[in-house]
Nanobody, 122 residues
């Protein structure tokens, strides 16, 4: 069974940086492989939104408001994704979730992590 765990959240002042990590376990030995890993966030009172996503075949995509500040990267050997967040703003405060998409032939499914809180103080 594949599990996804995020880490790296915390409290930071505006202008600061954080690096989130997303580790997928249980992939090795599975008949599925990771097709994509992405970061989403949900701020209080708002809908969940895509922050950054990386697939195996396309260039990463980013939410407009984080372009130039956030960078998604992956270490495929470790089944891990990272989100480097620089120039953080109070409006980046949210719970950040990692979604891992696993695929085999034409079938795919998603596994979500439990989320990690990011709080940016002004």
């Amino acid at each position: 069974q594949v599990q996804v765990v995020e880490s790296g959240g915390g409290l930071v002042q505006a202008g600061g940086s954080l690096r989130l990590s997303c580790a997928a376990s249980g992939v090795t030995g599975s008949t599925f492989s990771i097709y994509a890993m992405g970061w989403y966030r949900r701020a209080p009172g708002k809908e969940r939104e895509l922050v950054a996503s990386s697939t195996n075949f396309e260039i990463p995509v980013y939410l407009d408001s984080v372009k130039g500040r956030f960078t998604i990267s992956r270490d495929n050997a470790k089944n891990t994704a990272y989100l480097q967040m620089n120039g953080l703003k109070p409006e980046d405060t949210a719970v950040y979730y990692c979604k891992t998409t696993l695929a085999r032939a034409s079938y795919e499914y998603d596994v979500w992590g439990q989320g990690t809180q990011v709080t940016v103080s002004s």
